[in-house]
């Protein structure tokens, strides 16, 4: 049996059907009800490609597993801050903040080591650290992609995420090179997202710090990834 219309309003859940279920997909309000943000913020989301997700007969559906687990639990830093943290979790002290700055990151620090949910504390505090983008291309162009000067590959495909992503890559790029690495790879918000693009102004270092590979991890909201960002988050401080 096929789904229900998707001109009806209520947009229940949709499955693609095709001899089996291959993913149960929502729409816009769901998807709003679910993050706490309004229909017309998860439009400008999904046509940002921050949010990934497909157009059917004119509206946006989105697979439920490509929806946050958890909500943000404290206000997100200023990118300032943000970075200031990400260079504290990396072993380095920041030079570009005032002392008393200094020691609300290292409280902060230790209760990202005291928390259960460290992850869901990093998704919250951090996400204002660089634009996020969920974009598609073709699968023979990923290596070329990785190996690409103007790109930082992070989380899922820096190694110390000792995590196999052969269909995926992650990266930071810089905003004055984000319209021609696009160009150049025809990358796409249609399709299936394979590359999170995260944007920034600041200038890239040649390794990620291990910090925002923890931050990136994180931001994937999934247990795996959660599981190996914690880890990873402990190991470097222990070590600094």
Known sequence: MWPRSLDQRDEEHFSSVFGRVVCVEVGVHE?????GISDRRVRALLAAGQLAGRQVAGRWLVEEADLPRSQAIDRPRSPRMAWA????????????????????????????????????????????????????????????????ARVLLSGISDPRSELSAAGEVELYVARSELEALVRDYLLSALGRPNVIVHVTDRTLPVVAPVGLVV??????????????????????????
């Open 85 to 148: 943290l990400l260079g504290l979790l990396s072993g380095d002290e920041p030079d570009d903040v005032a002392p008393s700055e200094r020691v609300r990151l290292r409280q902060k620090r230790q209760q990202l080591l005291d928390d259960a949910d460290a992850p869901r504390l990093l998704r919250s505090w951090l996400r204002r650290r660089a634009e996020r983008r969920q974009l598609s291309i073709a699968a023979r162009d990923l290596d070329e992609l990785r190996s690409d």
């Open 215 to 240: 931050a990136d991890l994180a931001d994937l909201d999934r247990p795996r990834e959660d599981k190996r960002a914690v880890e990873l988050l402990h190991a470097s401080v222990d070590s600094s």
């Open 31 to 35: 998807v709003a009800e679910r993050m």
